[in-house]
């Protein structure tokens, strides 16, 4: 009998702040992952396109709990139940 773990779906913690915040008209979301398996670029692309982000996406930073994380269209991000990805929009003001 062979089992693939691989698929297991997860849940994470999305926080929105700032114009990202303004955008998705929330705080923060539960989003449910086929797998803990995604590039941060498809993970970008999702949160995006389900929440409004489109205009500043190309301008936003991901943070997975609490350390920021370029948006790499290869690179494999590994997450785990209950992890936390903040929504960090580009800064403005002086």
Known sequence: MSCDFSSQK???RILFFA???ELSGVDEV???LDSGSITSLELLNRISSLYNLEA???HIVLAVNQS???IDPVEQ???KEGDEIAIIP???GG
Request: net charge positive; aromatic share 10%; glycine share 4%.
């Open 68 to 70: 920021y994380c370029g």
């Open 77 to 79: 991000l590994t997450l």
């Open 19 to 21: 114009k990202s915040r």
């Open 10 to 12: 997860i849940n994470i």
């Open 56 to 58: 500043i996406k190309s």
């Open 30 to 32: 539960s989003y449910t």
């Open 90 to 92: 580009p800064l403005s």
